[in-house]
């Protein structure tokens, strides 16, 4: 069984108020197969082993849906293994006796927590803006009164595969969250059950992203490598499309 020993240096910090530094740990000798998570709960176990405080990250489906996971790993948000998510990261792409740098995602909008468990309900906020989709409660109407485009259609769930983890805002040099609204916008704007809404929804959604403390976007392209679902910025432009349309369309 290949085997990797690495060198990690992670951020501790307390709380948001307490000063944080890197805190060293070798991992001894892992299994390459192992994953990131997997690495960070064998030092967890030492740590309370030896009675000090484990070290806090996000986690939950640990398959790359949930979006719960995230850190800065080697200076890119979930690590340089593009199209992958922190949970999904394995030992195997390391080098045996490099040293890791581990941070938590660094934001206005997503204040800290403790060590890399940074705040991003932010994103919550922002959906919850977004308000609800027009559904008839009607009988189920027939499917071909409602006609999508294959590519329409494709372009729409392509938009749906955002997770929300939070990555394009870490790569951002200007924290910017316009590839997060631009697909949330994008996915429902695309489709014909998010139509009636889409004027009233984009300007909602924008300016609670602005609330939230984020930044413009610099067309930087950086969201877009970082993105673990490989969302385009094709759809910050058509956010924009949507933002300018709802404008001049305005009735008031």
């Avoid at 640990?62 to 949970?87: F, S, Y």
């Avoid at 976007?217 to 933002?243: D, F, Q, T, V, Y």
Wanted: aromatic fraction near 6%; hydrophobic fraction near 45%.
């Amino acid at each position: 069984m290949k085997t990797v020993s690495l060198k990690l240096r992670i951020w501790r910090q307390a709380g948001p108020s307490s000063p944080g530094a890197f805190q060293d740990f070798d991992t001894g000798p892992l299994a390459a197969a192992m994953s990131f998570l997997e690495m960070l709960d064998g030092v967890n176990e030492r740590l309370i082993l030896a009675g000090q405080e484990p070290i806090a990250f996000d986690h939950d489906c640990r398959e790359g849906i949930c979006g719960t996971c995230g850190a800065v790993v080697d200076g890119q948000a979930h690590g340089r293994q593009a199209g992958t998510t922190l949970c999904q990261l394995s030992l195997r792409h390391f080098a045996a006796g490099s040293t890791v740098v581990v941070e938590p995602f660094r934001a206005r909008a997503f204040p800290l927590i403790k060590d890399l468990v940074v705040d991003r309900s932010a994103f919550d906020a922002i959906i919850a803006e977004g308000g609800y989709v027009s559904v008839s409660s009607s009988a189920a109407p027939e499917a071909n009164t409602l006609p999508v485009p294959p590519d329409r259609a494709e372009e729409a769930l392509d938009a749906a595969q955002c997770i929300g983890c939070g990555a394009c805002v870490a790569a951002c040099p200007n924290a910017s969250a316009m590839l997060f609204v631009g697909a949330k916008v994008s996915h429902l704007a695309l489709l014909p059950q998010g139509d009636p809404e889409r004027r009233r929804r984009v300007v909602a959604m924008v300016r609670q992203m602005d609330a939230q403390g984020f930044g413009p976007c610099g067309n930087e392209g950086l969201c877009e490598r970082a993105c673990p679902k490989g969302i385009s910025i094709r759809h910050i432009a058509r956010m924009n499309r949507e933002l300018w349309r709802a404008a001049f369309l305005a009735r008031d």
